[in-house]
């Protein structure tokens, strides 16, 4: 199994404890580009096909992501076919 697909499967798991930078590892791997907006606010923006995630990174020591917000990568990501 690749390393992509050990992160797809990782993040389709909504684990608890899955991080801006696997987030931002993932997404990276799957043709989105990083770019910062107001304040802590992300948006990852890929140019093929339009599709964007944003949301707010997590403050603090804590890199954990929200569950929210890791239901909202994976259900973008499924609703685009990557995975």
Known sequence: ?????????RIK?????????EAES???NL???????SGSRVKFYRNSDQA???FDSPHG???VLKKYIVNNIVK???DKGDI
Do not use: A, H, V
């Not at 199994?1 to 499967?9: E, G, R, T, V, W």
């Open 31 to 37: 043709g989105f580009q990083l770019t910062q907006g």
């Open 61 to 63: 020591n804590s890199r």
């Open 52 to 54: 964007f995630i944003s």
């Open 1 to 9: 199994m690749s390393s992509l697909d050990n992160k797809k499967n």
């Open 26 to 28: 993932l997404l990276s």
């Open 76 to 78: 973008t990501l499924e």
């Open 13 to 21: 798991s909504k684990p608890s404890d899955y991080t801006f930078r």
